[in-house]
């Protein structure tokens, strides 16, 4: 199933004026746009979607003599950044603790020849790292610091005082390392974690703006990862609120795949919102505070009592279930909520 990941220029700029100012739960940031970094240094929804043009009208990549995309450019809701570089670009990804790459495995970005067919990677990697990798792709207006650091948004004593890199390829490392990123891609699959089990793929199981869509939902005999959804939820998995946020190549649970935009959103920095689809904590609305556009619940600043766990760890075990770090629930512990 194919998911559009952004829609047009003017749908954001009013979206960007909706921002709710209380929480659900808990606390966070208060008083910002929501569009936060995503204001790009005051382009504002421009500085992604160029209304006329599409990369040219975005003055195109900073690094010249480089491959620009001409065929496509512009024809994907009027993205403003050139994917031309990205192009059959390979992402190595994985731990990389040998010689040999153990346990690392490689990534090949669309060709320029499949944009028509629009494949997940194009809508919820490539356009994302066309600002966000730094290496071969770079926009006009990144910094390379965390903007809620930057702003001093943070929760205070949660992260050390050197800048936290917005730009995956250009992190202070080696350039182009990605090994140090979570994964993305085909290969990056809910199978190879462990957590496919608990889910059930299901035609027409979900609704974005209005029409029916396939969508992961949580398998009738998974009691122990329902358990978890009434503390945390799955809406990462299941549903943020614009489709299926893993890539569902066929029917199988263990095929879906991550995106960037499994778990991030660009239009959103610090609120997320419960879904009927994909409730949080068992409630079908509400705003929860989160961080670095991540599209669910994480406050690294809850500020857990000992019977509950932080939204920051629910959010990963979403996907990390099981085993070492795994949820609470997966070890028969159901006493344990989750602190927002």
Request: aromatic fraction near 10%; charge should be negative; glycine fraction near 14%.
């Amino acid at each position: 199933m194919k998911k559009a990941t952004y829609v047009i220029a003017t749908v954001l700029c009013f979206a960007a004026f909706a921002m709710a100012q209380t929480y659900t739960s808990g606390s966070g940031i208060t008083g910002v746009d929501k569009l936060g970094a995503h204001q790009n240094g005051g382009r504002g929804c421009t500085g992604c979607h160029a209304p006329h043009s599409g990369a040219f009208g975005a003055g195109g990549n900073a690094i010249t003599g480089q491959t620009v995309d001409k065929t496509n450019a512009g024809n994907y809701a009027l993205w403003g950044e050139d994917l031309g570089p990205l192009y059959g670009y390979v992402l190595n990804q994985g731990d990389n603790i040998t010689a040999t790459g153990h346990n690392s495995f490689q990534t090949t970005l669309p060709a320029s020849s499949q944009f028509a067919s629009m494949p997940e990677e194009i809508t919820g990697i490539m356009t994302c790292l066309s600002c966000h990798d730094g290496n071969i792709a770079k926009g006009a207006m990144m910094t390379n610091k965390s903007y809620e650091q930057a702003a001093g948004l943070l929760p205070p004593g949660v992260y050390g005082p050197n800048a936290i890199p917005t730009l995956l390829g250009n992190d202070g490392t080696t350039a182009g390392n990605y090994y140090n990123d979570h994964p993305v891609g085909p290969q990056a699959t809910l199978g190879a974690v462990g957590v496919a089990t608990n889910f059930t793929y299901t035609v027409g199981g979900c609704t974005w703006h209005g029409v029916a869509s396939d969508c992961l939902k949580i398998a009738g005999t998974a009691t122990n990862y329902q358990a978890f959804a009434n503390h945390y939820g799955a809406p990462n998995i299941i549903s943020n609120g614009h489709g299926s946020p893993v890539a569902l190549p066929d029917n199988n649970p263990a095929n879906a795949y991550l995106l960037c935009t499994t778990c991030h959103t660009p239009h959103s920095m610090y609120t997320a919102s419960a879904n009927s689809d994909a409730p949080i904590a068992g409630q079908a609305k509400g705003t929860y505070p989160t961080y670095f556009f991540l599209a669910a619940p994480y406050n690294p600043g809850s500020n857990p009592s000992a019977t509950q766990a932080s939204s920051a760890t629910q959010f990963c075990r979403q996907c990390h279930f099981s085993g070492a770090g795994g949820a609470n629930e997966a070890s028969g512990v159901m006493s344990v909520t989750t602190a927002f």
